[in-house]
């Protein structure tokens, strides 16, 4: 018999009942709940008079809504009415339930994808949900996450369990080192531009390789994330020395005995050398350059060497009609160099890229430097309070705001501009977020996803620029 | 949940690959905390011509007369006719609410991402995948007939043209269970509850570090 893949053993190891239809029950150990796609299901839950399952497997904040200024001013400082509704009834169904909530003055809120693995609230070897596509992120250590509905979401608050069907395996292999100036955002966007975004539907995927291995827990955590962009639900790395290192004395994590048990069980979650999966993609990391995208999907991507495409190139009649519709979009031309798109703003945030490593290098690229003169506004939004304590620790807001970036207050903020944070009809945005879709960060908003480098690359110059030109 | 065995309407061809959940139903309206009331707002950059706010009366908004959903013809359609790995993107359960909340009663596609797939089934809505060439005969049929109905039999597990031309699909059993019957399914899952209990206690015991609480 083949061994497992690492996915094989996480579902193992939480099958609560397989049934006769092919369907599973599934146990959940840890759901982040915030304030956009919760309401609906605690509604539910007092509609049918049920209570949750158990209460301290949830851990709530808000973040998508929350403004990134005037922070001390709480939830006074959402100007928008039906915004403040909505996180003030997180705050009301958190209290009556008895839920953790980081509210909002809290330090430790941020963004849900971000702070599960600051509290220790991610531990390797769980299963988490939530009700947002990116909690493919907590993959990063060797769990089985993925987003679910709100309706998902009552169902795990009532019951501890989901209703699942087995994916199919599938393994992203980046083989060899990456080059200087190329992040995790890099290889996932290349990987993404290679499969399409419907490559990875019906899988959860593995990231493997030296590549991987060589990666820091937060390009492991960048390039999981960003695993629904590529259609798969699931992205996850298995678990090695990095992992939990990152995971020992946070919080939420165990002790003692408890932890040496932990490693021990930990240790296991990989895939077994002889385990077989239904697709293998694999990669030379070596040949990775920095990635922009052009369009309006993340698999519309190109090297910062490389164009725009010509539709008129494109064989496909449905691949060519959503090429042409993309530039029309994006006001680009065909054949275009990646090099001549000129930028209005600079986003370098979201549960992608709001971590301290990502402010580390995006605060490397503009030390010293200005933010060019054309540029309408360029924003720093880190991705918890104690990122952005952190970062104010070793200096990097000085650099930014000496630069000329605006340094802000935790959430989700322009990723998804469902706060204050939008970008204007036509505006081009150099953005560290994950979606690049039609009015994704504002009405009629032109987004090009990157690394936070490439971003703090283009705030500098004002149009992209190969980051690799300005390293030392 | 409302069930789900037969249906017969009127069908709308949006001829367009990867459509995305924020295309669906675009984030600044997942600020309700209601689960009805998103109909106006499906498709909204689609549909009207100018940015869309929430609780504002869309009757009134410029409408584009180039969306398909803004054609006499397709006026009161019910079921989607799509292109591949349609509701991409995020997991707001808002995307099929939005289509439920509009009058859409089925979407057909060669291909659905896979929460947004799941997450219909939730909700009464019925996704179904066909062939592509199937896909495309319908897309041809449907742009050429006014009036063009398809009935769709989820106990026979068909959709069947006008000429009475049939094309089985595939469904889980379990999802076709709840959806005929028109389950809650978190009932169902509490029917285990036993056993829910039981792998836990065991876990305790296996794996304490599941059930610790921050210092």
Avoid at chain 1, 119 to 134: E, F, R, Y
Avoid at chain 1, 169 to 190: H, I, P, R, S
Avoid at chain 1, 319 to 343: C, F, H, S, V, W
Wanted: proline fraction near 4%; charge should be negative; hydrophobic fraction near 35%.
């Amino acid at each position: 018999m083949a061994g497992k893949t690492l996915y094989d053993k996480l579902w193992d190891d939480h099958l609560v009942k397989q049934r006769d239809d092919g369907s599973a029950l599934i146990y959940i150990d840890r759901q982040l709940l915030h304030e956009v796609t919760s309401p609906q299901a605690f509604e539910g839950l007092r509609l049918a008079n049920r209570k949750p399952w158990r209460i301290d497997a949830n851990l709530a904040t808000p973040d998508h809504n929350v403004p990134t200024t005037d922070r001390d001013k709480g939830i006074d400082g959402i100007v928008d009415p039906v915004s403040r509704i909505q996180v003030e009834t997180l705050d009301k169904n958190c209290d009556e339930f008895g839920i953790l909530e980081f509210k909002i003055k809290d330090q430790r809120q941020g963004i849900v994808h971000v702070i599960g693995p600051e509290q220790g609230a991610t531990l390797p070897g769980m299963t988490i949900v939530c009700g947002d596509s990116h909690t493919s992120t907590h993959g990063a250590f060797g769990c089985l996450a993925h987003g679910i509905g709100t309706s998902e979401v009552e169902h795990v608050l009532a019951t501890q369990c989901l209703v699942q069907k087995k994916m199919k395996n599938m393994l992203v292999k980046v083989n060899g080192q990456l080059g200087k100036g190329v992040t995790g955002k890099d290889v996932v966007l290349a990987v993404i531009g290679k499969i399409g975004t419907a490559g990875g539907n019906g899988h959860a995927i593995e990231f493997g390789g030296e590549a991987i291995q060589n990666l820091s827990m937060e390009g492991r955590m960048t390039i999981c994330n960003m695993a629904i962009e590529a259609g798969a639900r699931v992205g996850m790395v298995a678990v090695d020395g990095t992992t939990i290192d990152y995971v020992k004395g946070r919080p939420f994590s165990p002790e003692g005995e408890t932890w040496d048990a932990a490693v021990k069980y930990w240790r296991t979650l990989h895939s077994d050398t002889d385990a077989v999966f239904d697709k293998v993609v694999e990669l030379d990391g070596e040949a990775i350059l920095p990635q922009v995208s052009w369009g309006t999907s993340p698999e519309m991507v190109a090297d910062i060497t490389g164009n725009v495409p010509d539709p008129e190139k494109e064989q496909d009649p449905i691949k060519r009609e959503g090429i042409e519709r993309a530039l029309k979009y994006m006001g680009l031309q065909p054949n275009q160099a990646i090099t001549d798109i000129k930028l209005d703003r600079v986003f370098i945030g979201s549960c992608t890229n709001s971590r301290i490593e990502d402010l580390r290098e995006a605060a490397g690229v503009v030390k010293g430097r200005k933010v060019a003169a054309g540029l309408k506004q360029a924003m720093v939004v880190p991705g918890s309070g104690l990122v952005k304590a952190q970062a104010e620790a070793e200096g990097l807001d000085k650099i930014f705001i000496e630069a000329g970036l605006e340094w802000r207050d935790p959430g989700c903020s322009m990723c998804l501009a469902m706060n204050a944070d939008k970008l204007g009809q036509g505006e081009h945005c150099a953005s560290t977020s994950n979606r690049n879709f039609e009015g994704r960060q504002g009405f009629g908003g032109r987004t090009h996803l990157v690394s936070p480098a490439m971003a703090a690359a283009a705030a500098v110059t004002g149009h992209f620029v190969d980051v690799r030109e300005l390293l030392n | 949940m409302r069930a789900f065995t037969q249906h017969k309407g009127l069908v709308a061809p949006m001829d367009r690959s990867n459509v995305d959940t924020d295309m669906i139903i675009p984030k600044q309206f997942l600020k309700s905390i209601k689960r009805t009331g998103f109909g106006p707002n499906l498709f909204d950059e689609l549909r009207y011509l100018d940015e869309g706010k929430p609780d504002q009366d869309s009757s009134k908004r410029p409408l584009n007369p180039d969306f398909v959903l803004n054609q006499p013809r397709y006026e009161g359609a019910s079921v989607l006719l799509a292109r591949s790995n349609f509701g991409c993107g995020s997991s707001r359960e808002h995307a099929p609410w939005a289509l439920d909340d509009y009058g859409f009663r089925v979407v057909i596609a060669p291909s659905f991402a896979d929460i947004f797939y799941n997450n219909c089934f939730k909700n009464g809505l019925l996704p179904i995948v066909l062939e592509e060439k199937n896909v495309d005969k319908l897309f041809q049929e449907a742009e050429a007939a006014e009036g063009y109905q398809l009935t769709v039999d989820l106990v026979g597990k068909t959709v069947t043209t006008p000429s009475g031309e049939s094309f089985g699909f595939d469904v889980d059993d379990f999802r076709r269970h709840c959806l005929l019957n028109g389950l809650d399914d978190i009932g169902v899952t509490l029917e285990d509850a036993g056993q829910i209990k039981s792998y836990e206690d065991q876990r305790r015991k296996t794996a304490p570090w599941l059930f610790g609480s921050a210092e």
